[in-house]
């Protein structure tokens, strides 16, 4: 089973940075694309950032020029790099994965995704 979990959350100051972690486990496949989200409170889940495991990135309007996704592959692990922080960043941010990977039991393809628990990223003013 793939999971994935997050780390690297926390407070800090208006212009401040911080860096996310999110780390893949289970039978991780050559092909995926890792996604952070984010859901601040009363709001909808936002896409955040995106990358492919060919390192294609995407990022949404809002954190273009502040925030950098990256990966580890040997690691099967995600960062986001968040700089120049503003209030509005508060929210908790989520790691996800779209997963393909082929079954070593079966022979089978499998797609599948997974989410993180969340973690909490707060910016004071």
């Known amino acids: 089973q793939v999971q994935v979990a997050e780390s690297g959350g926390g407070l800090v100051q208006a212009g401040g940075s911080l860096r996310l972690f999110c780390e893949a486990s289970?039978?991780?496949?050559?092909?995926?694309?890792m996604e952070w989200y984010r859901q601040a409170p009363g709001k909808q889940r936002e896409l955040v950032a995106t990358?492919?495991?060919?390192?294609?990135?995407n990022y949404v309007d809002s954190v273009k020029g502040r925030f950098t996704i990256s990966r580890d592959n040997t690691k099967n692990t995600v960062y986001l790099q968040m700089n120049s922080l503003k209030p509005e960043d508060t929210a908790v941010y989520y790691c996800?994965?779209?997963?393909?990977?082929?079954?070593?039991?079966?022979?089978?393809?499998?797609?599948?995704?997974?989410w993180g628990q969340g973690t909490q990223v707060t910016v004071s003013s």
């Open positions: 289970g039978n991780i496949g050559t092909r995926n694309t």
């Open positions: 990358i492919s495991s060919s390192g294609v990135t």
């Open positions: 996800a994965i779209d997963n393909l990977a082929l079954n070593p039991y079966t022979s089978n393809w499998e797609a599948s995704r997974a």
